[in-house]
């Protein structure tokens, strides 16, 4: 059962004004998405969100959370924050509905796979889509149902403080922290280091007394460990040499992977329909998180292999001339990129190629890591690259012979050395940060080469 009005305005400390008995559906922030049945936040941001509240109620929002009464026909819930009053909603309906394991997730890349993948492990509850800020984790909050198995929280940030923010809001029993790369740099002075304490801020919130997972590999996350903030909380890396990692990895084509989870007490096959080792080791974290938080191995290795993937997220398209189309669209690292290539490269067909979008907010050091990456796509063997973007030239530098650079979409679409000339049959995959839309690049391969 949700809250009501009446209940929310005393959990929120607002003025109710209209009918408390009213049972909103869920949140909304934004009239585009909104549905019926919804309550309308009005958030003052780079918009002010009071400005769309007519428009709300024209769409059928059923009252509103806003900073002072408006003429309209809806209940309103009636505060001096809407931001904070939002979080302390969602704030309020975890404390009501919490269940025995409640997970944060964070990381430069990886997140929101290992999300899915930890949910599903659990059969809990998640954060959809990219609800991981301080507005989309508490807007989801704030309806999350009664009687769940577990809640698997993504905890995303671009600065300092966020994720503090998150686990004040939302403090998680367990964690995973996938690795830390160099997404945001541009936005932190003391590069790495003050990126991993940032990421370390969801370690430094739990509520103590739990464990979090990470790659035995990655050197900043052994750091996090290390460090007296984190002491409460038990560090368990993954990978070789240690208690728990995977081995016996095999490609299974576009079907997926299969590998097995060494732990203490078993080895755990597992079979993924998430393609690239790159999910091995997102599974991986999620299950031993899982394990250490008491659920099912067998029930565990299940889940796992329930998990599909999404549009931007490693769909794979196979195509009408032959070849497959790699769609991972969403986003981009440096990192992550790399990664992508190498799971690529294990699907058989023709030429390998890429399409991909600069990555953003690498400040300083924006040339040099695109010059890097695209020496790192060249060395995984990808033949061919074609690149869009402020830093598209350095990319193809580094990469060298069969590198096209560009500097927006509408230019690689329309050159005649551009999308045009990527061969039938190729293998392509296609990612760039959100910025780029790359996601353009998907619709158009696909609507002029065809699918099978």
């Not at 704030?142 to 300092?160: I, K, Q, R």
């Not at 040099?368 to 990456?373: F, I, L, Y």
């Not at 060249?378 to 973007?389: E, M, N, S, T």
Request: glycine share 12%; hydrophobic share 40%; charged share 20%.
């Amino acid at each position: 059962m949700l809250f009501d009005l009446q209940q929310v305005a005393t959990l929120i400390h607002a003025e109710l004004r209209g009918d408390g008995s009213l049972f909103p559906t869920a949140l909304s922030l934004d009239t585009r998405t909104l549905q019926p049945g919804e309550c309308f936040v009005a958030i003052r941001a780079g918009r002010d969100g009071h400005a769309f509240a007519a428009k709300a109620v024209e769409l059928g929002a059923a009252c509103l959370l806003v900073d002072h009464p408006l003429e309209l026909p809806v209940p309103q819930l009636i505060v001096p924050d809407t931001l904070a009053a939002l979080q302390a909603w969602g704030q309020a309906r975890l404390k009501a509905v919490r269940p025995h394991a409640v997970f944060g997730i964070t990381g430069s890349v990886g997140k929101t796979s290992t999300k899915d993948l930890l949910a599903a492990a659990t059969g809990g509850w998640k954060t959809p889509g990219n609800h991981n800020n301080t507005l989309g984790m508490p807007q989801a909050l704030a309806t999350m149902p009664l009687g769940e198995s577990a809640a698997v929280l993504e905890m995303g940030m671009s600065t300092a403080g966020e994720i503090r923010r998150l686990t004040e809001i939302a403090p998680p029993d367990f964690g995973v922290i996938t690795l830390i790369g160099t997404s945001h740099l541009e936005n932190f002075p003391d590069g790495q280091q003050g990126i991993a304490r940032a990421k370390g801020e969801l370690v430094e919130g739990m509520r103590g007394g739990g464990a979090w997972a990470h790659l035995a590999t990655d050197p900043w996350c052994r750091w996090i460990s290390e460090q007296p903030w984190t002491a409460q909380e038990l560090a368990v890396p993954v990978g070789d040499g240690e208690d728990f990692g995977w081995q016996d990895i095999e490609s299974m084509g576009p079907r997926g992977e299969r590998f097995t989870l060494r732990t203490p007490d078993c080895d755990l096959p597992i079979d993924l329909k998430l393609r690239g080792a790159h999910q091995v080791r997102n599974a991986s974290l999620a299950a031993v998180i899982a394990l250490m938080a008491g659920f099912d191995r067998d029930d565990i290795a299940v889940g796992l292999g329930t998990v599909e993937p999404e549009e931007g997220r490693g769909r794979l398209h196979a195509m009408a001339g032959g070849g497959w189309l790699l769609d991972e669209s969403y986003n981009a690292s440096g990192d992550s990129m790399l990664a992508c290539a190498e799971s690529l490269l294990e699907l058989k067909s023709g030429e390998a190629v890429a399409v991909l979008g600069c990555i953003r907010e690498l400040g300083a050091n924006a040339e040099r890591m695109h010059r890097e990456v695209g020496q790192g796509l060249r060395a995984k063997g990808l033949q061919r690259i074609w690149v869009y973007g402020d830093f598209a030239k350095a990319m193809a530098e580094g990469f060298g012979e069969g590198a096209f650079a560009f500097p927006d979409f509408d230019s690689m679409r329309d050159d005649p050395s551009g999308l045009g000339a990527i061969p039938d049959g190729a293998r392509i995959l296609v990612k760039g940060s959100r910025y780029w839309t790359s996601e353009q690049a998907v619709a158009w391969l696909l609507d002029h080469k065809g699918t099978a």
